[in-house]
Structure formats: C-alpha cells, structure tokens
Nanobody
C-alpha cells in the first residue's frame, strides 16, 4: 500500500528553522531515491532536494547551503532540515520518491503535504 505522511511544518519568522519529516511505506522507501518537493501558491510543484539509498544528496540552487535532506532507512523516514528560512520558502512541502510515484489508475500519488509559512 502506498503511503506518504509529511509532518513538521508551521509558521516561522524569516531566519528561523524547521525540520520536516516524512514517513513512507516500506515498499516505496527501501529501494528508491527520495525527494522533497514544494508548491507555492500559483506555482508548479518543484523538486528541492533528493537523497539516494546510499545517502548522496542534491539540492536546488534556491535552497543549497540552507536545507539538508537525510533519511533513516530503519524507520522508512526522510527528513528536511530547513535553516535560514526566507519568505520565498513559503509553500506546501511534499515528499515522494524521485521520480514521483505513479499509480496506474489515478496518476501521480502525493501525500497531504505540510504547510510551511515564513513571515518577514
């Protein structure tokens, strides 16, 4: 069964930090690179960070040096540590495998996401 459950979002002032968590079903997590995506109002969803099963990471230029993605394989969980947050980081954040899960009958699967709001 496909399951992605994101948590840890909230309201924070610019310069602050948040740590997001995503619990993924084992069938998704164990053999796939995982990613964090975000969607700001009126914009398309974008990939911001990825991590392979071996721990190699990549980041979008907009978050490089401020965000850190990590994973705990034993817990089927992926994290996103976000520091030095900026108002432009405001978005709904989602985790998914990279590339995202596609369900034959319903298309791309996404969890509920977690809202991050950064005030100036």
């Amino acid at each position: 069964q496909v399951q992605l459950v994101e948590s840890g979002g909230g309201l924070v002032q610019a310069g602050g930090s948040l740590r997001l968590s995503c619990a993924a079903s084992g069938s998704i997590f164990s053999r796939n690179a995982m990613g964090w995506y975000r969607q700001a109002p009126g914009e398309q969803r974008k990939l911001v960070a990825t991590i392979t099963t071996g721990g190699s990471t990549n980041y979008a230029d907009s978050v490089k040096g401020r965000f850190t993605i990590s994973r705990t394989n034993a817990k089927n969980t992926v994290y996103l540590q976000m520091n030095s947050l900026k108002p432009e980081d405001t978005a709904v954040y989602y985790c998914n495998k990279d590339p995202p899960i596609v369900v034959v009958t319903t298309g791309v699967y996404w969890g509920q996401g977690t809202q991050v709001t950064v005030s100036s």
